[in-house]
């Protein structure tokens, strides 16, 4: 409140400023001017004459003429100002210093209050937020409108299925893909963006129905990553954790450095407790298929010996330091896994980088803490 009355009487000032000169009556500027030059011509004439440089008769004529004169500049400066004209001015004055401060009180009270609490910043946002979805929903009820005169129109059920999944009208969006897939054809992405629908609408259930779309983006690609990351969901939500665990390793096999998925996939495959095996050369993979379990099972606790050493010289090798921690994790012995993450946080501690992609790294397996 202090600041509206300090902006009031600033404004107040202001308009001061401005109409006190209209209320006053303007000064005649050379008032008297006029006049007194001609009296002191006078008595100059009077004393040229008593000094004898002027002749009676000149001193006469010139007291005439100066007198005539003094007469006519008299009689123009009385005339003062109109006093309707300073009237008026009085009046405007008046109703602008009144009238200003009342019109915009009547423009301010209907839309503000100096009582009205700050609006923050974080409110505006979410303000702004709504807003945004406020205007996306108008717009696909546009595109619905649209869709409902030309329902043939694939690009168009194209692109509103993924905003109906977006929005979490998931069963909309399973009809969306639907229609996308009958007038737009046959492709992989699409069969698995409506499987990803249906399990959607399902709580995250791959259904039998979501399990087939799925099956069906796999035989035309595949190498599809999202019909592969959700049939081994399924196999997880069936309990064949182990079938889970090798379709995701394959995924991750295939998959770029850069792909957006790996985390979620990489998560998944630590939940089954499948973590990814040591690194193994293709040649060695295909040897000790023909090898006995125990035969196998010791020749991969000497790689993981060999890479447990190497890494106690060498400390700076995060991958190494990842692949170690995840082949303790495949052979079940935890209390290993965090050891080693221990050991490999202590040989990074001093490079913050190389320490932030490890943190990442055991995050991901499960051993963040």
Known sequence: MTLWFVFALM?????????????R????????????????QLTEIERDLASGLIAA??????????????????SSETVSEPTSSLKWR???????????????????????????QDFPLAQRERGSGSGMARSLENLVVQVEQHLEKNPADGRGWNVLAPVLQRLGRFDDAVRAYRNSLTY??????????????????????????????????????ADDPKANYFLGLAAEQDGRKDEAATIWRALLAKAPADAPWRPVVQSSLARVGGGTMPALSDETIAASKDMSEGDRGAMVRGMVERLA?????????????????????????????VGASSDARQAVAKDGERLRQLNEGLKTLGLDG
């Open 11 to 23: 404004t107040v000032a202001a308009i001061f400023a401005v109409l006190w000169p209209l209320g």
């Open 25 to 40: 009556s303007a000064r005649v500027q050379n008032q008297g001017s006029e006049v007194v030059v001609y009296k002191d």
């Open 57 to 74: 008769p000149e001193a006469e004529a010139a007291r005439v003429e100066i007198s005539r004169r003094l007469l006519a500049a008299a």
């Open 184 to 221: 737009n054809g046959e492709s992989p992405e699409r069969r698995s963006d409506l499987g990803e629908a249906i399990s959607a609408a399902a709580g995250g259930v791959v259904t039998a129905e979501a399990k087939t779309e799925f099956e069906r983006a796999h035989a035309l690609d």
């Open 309 to 337: 050493t190497r890494l106690k010289q060498n400390g700076d090798d995060v991958e190494g330091w990842l692949r170690l921690v995840r082949a303790y994790l495949v052979m079940g012995d935890r209390d290993k896994a």
């Open 90 to 116: 009085r009046t405007a004055a008046v109703l602008a210093l009144v009238g200003l401060p009342l019109v915009a009180i009547g423009v301010y009270m209907p839309l503000g209050s100096p009582r009205l």
